[in-house]
């Protein structure tokens, strides 16, 4: 099973960048997806998760309406829509996959993903 993440890149404060992960190896289309982030001396943080097969949503509250997670159910690929960027939004981002469902209040806990991606770098600067 493997994840692929990408589009990461340098943007300014106030831009906007898409990241997509895709999905490979098993089927995705009951699993929670999800994007976590991890900044230079930082421990890993949550993002955005959500059902591959739709539904419900999950944000950080320092993200909440200006990231939109999405996903491609067909494709095993979801999204993390980031706009507005800031400076603290600079990190690692990392896409992963629980391929069971979860209780919802559990998408937020790193340890109930099984399946991680390499990651991609988002700066933001100006």
């Known amino acids: 099973v493997q994840l692929q993440a990408s589009g990461g890149g340098l943007v300014q404060p106030g831009g906007s960048l898409r990241l997509s992960c895709v999905g490979s190896g098993r089927s995705f289309g009951s699993a929670v997806v999800g994007w976590f982030r991890q900044a230079t001396g930082k421990e890993r943080e949550f993002v955005a998760a959500?059902?591959?097969?739709?539904?419900?949503?999950a944000y950080a509250d320092s993200v909440k309406g200006r990231f939109t997670i999405s996903r491609d159910s067909a494709k095993s690929t979801w999204y993390l829509q980031m706009n507005n960027l800031k400076s603290e939004d600079t990190a690692i981002y990392y896409c992963?996959?629980?391929?069971?469902?979860?209780?919802?209040?559990?998408?937020?806990?790193?340890?109930?993903?099984?399946?991680w991606g390499q990651g991609t770098q988002v700066t933001v600067s100006s």
């Open positions: 959500t059902y591959m097969g739709g539904g419900d949503k």
């Open positions: 992963a996959a629980r391929p069971s469902r979860v209780i919802f209040s559990y998408w937020r806990r790193s340890e109930q993903y099984e399946y």
